[in-house]
């Protein structure tokens, strides 16, 4: 963090400071466990934790400053707010004004994470690159990252993630993006933002804070996304496989073990290069990458390597072979846009394909009708075997015919699990994070290791 003074913080947020305006601060958290000589320590009240309660020990563990909502028994530094988490929005948002770096912002109802570390991937072949770490994409998270921010860095690379109205507004206001990247308009969310016009109103918040000269990257083969022609002047520049995109990609053959061999058709040229994941979708995460680095001058090589030197993250389409079976790690969170994508990628694998589908959160008053047809989707793929698991899949598991078990807990399943699942299987393993699926990989991990 670029050092920053209490005067500076405290004016930032409309703070009451109590202590010494010259101090300076060379980082700012919320975790007690994270604090360092330097640190301002931002007390929140959480549902189970109230970071009120460790402000002593972090003045000890050379914290410089508590951010509080009530005045601390301490001889240390403090600033007193309304609100510790919306001050710190306040703060994050000065803070950007000291980078004149450039700022990409990325959201969509599927694959933030993975189009992040695709874009990430490729720009720092080229250039110093900030990124979102883990899922700090919300309206604590993005502060957060936005306070790791070094003088070294050239592009920061933002996740924005939101679940109602107005959420983008805010988190768009810290970011300022300079290029906004949409990587789709899905089923998720549906309780605050009720159908896919909502999905696409909240989403698009985004652009009420991008610079006047910035850029717009939205997948064209989102029905939704292409209907997004233009934005105070700037026009939307489309990547995707239909004929229609300005980027288009080309998926030449999958080979399970290596990855996807694709034609990325961009402006200077063709690359060809193997994406290396099994889910069509990266190739479209590519290509946007591409494209983006093709817009800051980089060469073909430097794209094609950063392409190819992706890596997934945690429990997000990770490919686990384990002697006998491979398992689909998919389970950090799902929505019906999300299942349809993996249990594509499932179809192409050989021998006997199973698919663990979990309870699928937030999905509104039609939440039973979206599990149905989730079901019907999967069977319809020929799927062999459907494992539904939790109260809502109910739906799933008689949408896909009943083919296969139906589980109302993860304890029965994970008990029942090594019986169903045999030699030469491939298993998805996907729902709402909430379920704690990783339960069930960490089972079957376990059982064939």
């Avoid at 202590?19 to 060379?26: F, I, L």
């Avoid at 694998?349 to 698919?355: E, M, S």
Wanted: hydrophobic share 35%.
């Amino acid at each position: 963090m670029k050092p920053i003074t209490l005067k500076e913080i405290a004016k930032s947020c409309n703070g009451q400071l109590f202590g010494d305006e010259n101090t300076v601060v060379t980082s700012i958290v919320t975790d007690s466990r994270q604090v360092e000589r330097g640190t301002m320590f931002a007390a929140i009240k959480g549902e189970r934790v109230d970071g009120h309660k460790f402000i002593a020990s972090c003045c000890e563990n050379g914290a410089v400053c508590a951010l509080v909502e009530n005045a601390p028994d301490t001889d240390c530094n403090y600033i007193i707010v309304d609100s510790t988490l919306d001050a710190l929005k306040k703060i994050a948002e000065y803070y950007r004004t000291k980078f004149s770096i450039l700022f990409i912002g990325i959201t969509g109802s599927v694959g933030k994470t993975s189009t992040k570390e695709m874009i990430s991937s490729v720009l720092s072949k080229k250039f110093c690159v900030h990124k979102t770490q883990g899922n700090f994409n919300n309206e604590l998270g993005v502060p957060l990252t936005l306070f790791k921010l070094e003088e070294k860095h050239e592009i920061a690379v933002i996740e924005m993630g939101i679940s109602d109205f107005c959420e983008m507004t805010r988190l768009s206001a810290m970011v300022k993006p300079d290029i906004s990247v949409i990587t789709n308009i899905g089923y998720c969310h549906l309780e605050n933002l009720i159908d896919l016009d909502g999905v696409l109103k909240a989403k698009t918040e985004m652009l009420e804070f991008l610079s006047d000269d910035g850029k717009m990257f939205f997948c064209g083969d989102d029905e939704k996304l292409f209907t997004v022609k233009e934005h105070n002047g700037i026009k939307t520049i489309f990547y995707g496989f239909d004929d229609r995109n300005e980027y288009k990609a080309e998926i030449i053959n999958t080979d399970l073990e290596k990855g996807i061999d694709c034609k990325l058709y961009l402006k200077s040229g063709v690359i060809n290069a193997t994406v290396p994941s099994v889910e069509s979708h990266m190739v479209s995460n590519a290509l946007c990458a591409a494209a983006i680095g093709e817009t800051l001058n980089m060469t073909l090589s430097e794209i094609k390597s950063g392409i190819e030197s992706y890596k997934t993250v945690g429990s997000r389409s990770n490919v686990i072979r384990k002697n006998d079976i491979t398992i689909i790690d998919d389970c950090y969170n799902a929505n019906p846009t999300s299942v349809r994508a993996s249990v594509n990628s499932l179809s192409k694998f050989n021998g006997r394909k199973v698919a663990i589908i979990g309870d699928m959160n937030e999905l509104g008053e039609n939440e039973n009708a979206l599990h149905f047809h989730t079901g019907k989707y999967i069977i319809d793929k020929n799927i062999d075997m459907v494992i539904a698991v939790g109260t809502l899949s109910k739906n799933l598991f008689d949408g896909a015919d009943k083919k296969g078990y139906y589980f109302k807990t993860v304890e029965e399943c994970i008990e029942k699990i090594t019986d169903i699942v045999k030699n030469g299987d491939t298993v998805l393993v996907k729902a709402s994070h909430s379920m704690h699926f990783e339960n069930i990989v960490e089972k079957l991990n376990t059982h064939f290791n």
